[in-house]
């Protein structure tokens, strides 16, 4: 097992483990957005799917802890690869470079932090409903009260709209760069991979905040 | 045409540098930048004081010495090109120039803008070159190799190894120097025998070197002087993993 230990801590096989876990990542954003829709079709849908959700607890506390620790694994070895890499490049040049880079590329720790900082909240919020004490009067899988209340909020609202955007500059270089990891690229099919990575960030982003926009906007009641 | 330069200016590995104002006069605007540099070391030595060290040598573009950042740009605003390259009418009249080395751990700074690039060259000694025995000169076409792979294999070997990509990289990381190199031998049938061995080797002396990894930026396809793409790295990748999970070899 020491080459698998060897080649998972290289250079490129770090970023190879970044790639995967992020793609798992993104699979779940899609899974986790279709769920998201059922709002759109009403309070006992969304709760409806609630409730199976929380069903077979074995099935979800086995799915829960797949997610986590692709989750962690996702940050350890971002946080591996940041370090090693401020101590490769110790010393910035005094004059700033003009952009020979997309924004989206030189930011990924930055957008990475926020969107790890709105997981927390949203954990918090939803998930464990610590953040507001409305929420244990409501019955225990009342999902579609809870979004009702929360995003009467405008810092709600915002705070959920800056995140998803910042998810989609993440998303937008890191779907692209993990076929780039993989070896991926030719120019036949380079602009399809860049083009959809970039249309699924964006479909991701406006996915997700339509549903604090429609209910701040009272188009869902 | 008239220039302020900011130079850095260092007496050597362990000292910590700093920048130096400098006046120039009466530039053509014909002159390369290393002829602009030239002339500011003349003027230095008849007033008795220390010359600005850089390295050059073949001042055409190919040998891959010249490495200054110029405003924060490896080899300065004009791309495709060497620093030796690059003449001063790219610049405007009485425009203020920042000239740093590359700074990179891996690249440490001897003096002024020169710095030690011997890490590349441990890199290509770890399995930059082909071993096999290449006799007598072979009939032509012996070994048939389409014209779009040797193409794509040429595009690669226009690496100088100037050290652009790791001192833009903001990782510092030497990846598309190893990629080309890689992606040049195992593109074509005499290098492929090694290419398992070569890429394991490559890529774990490049990290002991203590380059960063590649985060795709791509600011170093943008500074490269040959233009060599960041596609070459995705072939590099594409290599590395074959090489660890499907050969015999360990890394």
Request: hydrophobic share 45%; charged share 20%.
């Amino acid at each position: 097992m020491l080459w698998l230990k060897r080649i998972l801590f290289s250079s490129v096989g770090c970023k190879l483990v970044v790639a995967l876990t992020g793609l798992g990542l993104v699979g779940f954003l899609v899974a986790h957005l279709a769920g998201n829709f059922l709002v759109f079709v009403g309070p006992e849908a969304i709760n409806d799917y609630a409730r199976q959700l929380r069903k077979f607890p074995l099935i979800l506390w086995i799915l829960r802890l797949g997610l986590i620790s692709i989750f962690f694994i996702h940050i350890a070895f971002t946080i591996r690869l940041t370090r090693l890499n401020k101590i490769s490049n110790p010393q910035k040049y005094a004059v700033p470079s003009r952009e020979l880079s997309s924004f989206a590329s030189r930011s990924m720790i930055l957008s990475g932090l926020t969107v790890l900082s709105f997981v927390l909240y949203h954990l918090a919020h939803l998930t464990f409903r610590l953040t507001n004490p409305l929420f244990e009067q409501l019955g225990e899988y009342d999902v579609y009260a809870m979004l009702l209340i929360s995003f009467q909020n405008p810092i709600i609202v915002c705070f959920y709209i800056l995140s998803v955007c910042l998810l989609m500059v993440h998303l937008s270089h890191g779907i692209s760069s993990s076929f780039q990891t993989f070896g991926i690229k030719h120019l036949k099919y380079n602009k399809i991979v860049e083009n959809s990575s970039i249309a699924l960030s964006i479909f991701l982003a406006l996915g997700f905040s339509s549903i604090p926009i429609s209910i701040f906007l009272g188009l869902i009641q | 045409m008239r220039f302020t330069l900011f130079i850095w200016r260092q007496s050597n590995k362990e000292e910590k540098g700093r920048f130096k104002k400098y006046q120039v006069d009466d530039i053509s605007s014909s002159m390369s930048f290393l002829e602009m540099l030239d002339l500011l070391n003349e003027q230095l030595i008849n007033k008795n004081e220390d010359p600005v060290t850089f390295d050059h040598d073949c001042r055409e573009g190919i040998c891959g010495s010249c490495s200054l950042v110029i405003n924060g740009v490896a080899h300065g605003p004009e791309r495709g090109t060497t620093a030796c390259q690059l003449h001063m009418r790219s610049f405007k009249d009485g425009e203020t120039i920042h000239i740093e080395p590359w700074r990179a751990k891996s690249f440490p700074i001897n003096k002024d803008l020169s710095t030690n690039r011997r890490s590349f060259d441990s890199i290509i000694q770890s399995g930059g070159f082909i071993s096999i025995n290449s006799g007598s000169v072979p009939d032509a076409n012996s070994t048939p190799i389409p014209k779009t792979i040797a193409d794509k294999a040429m595009d690669a070997a226009a690496c100088i190894g100037c050290g652009a990509c790791a001192a833009a990289c903001k990782n510092s990381s030497a990846m598309l120097f190893v990629a080309a190199k890689v992606s040049q031998l195992s593109s074509l049938p005499q290098g492929k025998a090694e290419a398992d061995k070569r890429v394991l080797k490559m890529i774990s002396t490049h990290d002991k070197e203590g380059f960063g990894s590649c985060t795709n930026t791509g600011a170093c396809e943008a500074v490269c002087p040959k233009e060599i793409s960041i596609g070459h790295i995705a072939k590099l990748n594409r290599e590395f993993i074959r090489a660890a999970f499907k050969s015999d070899l360990n890394l």
